[in-house]
Nanobody, 128 residues
Framework: QVRLVESGGGSVQAGDSLKLSCAAS????????FAWFRQAPGKEREIVAA??????????RDSVKGRFTISKIKDGTKNFVYLQMNDLSPEDTAVYYC???????????????????WGQGTQLTVSS
């Protein structure tokens, strides 16, 4: 059973940095690919960043390239997926979701339907 718990959201000013965390309770962390999605009010959920199970291949949507970094870290007995966000803008305001997929390949995935497990989300609000 997979449990994903996001944290780190909040209210910040434009230009600030913030790091989101996703604590992943999975039995074989190294076999999971992950992603961060976001959903702004009145909009559909969209991919933000994705990482393959090996942690060596990543994807970013164009609007966050160069500003956001996704990483996958095993810290002792705990597993985390991070999203470091720099130079935030009001357009980044959304609920951010962590998603996981047990995977056999070395690729990343960018569509919602490709992920089986989701966290509850964490709110990020960026003020101008």
């Amino acid at each position: 059973q997979v449990r994903l718990v996001e944290s780190g959201g909040g209210s910040v000013q434009a230009g600030d940095s913030l790091k989101l965390s996703c604590a992943a309770s999975v039995s074989a962390f190294s076999f999971y690919a992950f992603a961060w999605f976001r959903q702004a009010p009145g909009k559909e959920r969209e991919i933000v960043a994705a990482i393959n199970r090996g942690g060596d291949s990543t994807y970013y949507r164009d609007s966050v390239k160069g500003r956001f970094t996704i990483s996958k870290i095993k810290d002792g007995t705990k597993n985390f997926v991070y999203l470091q966000m720099n130079d935030l803008s009001p357009e980044d305001t959304a609920v951010y979701y962590c998603a996981a997929r047990l995977d056999q390949s070395a690729r990343y995935y960018v569509r919602e339907t490709q992920y089986n497990d989701w966290g509850q989300g964490t709110q990020l609000t960026v003020s101008s």
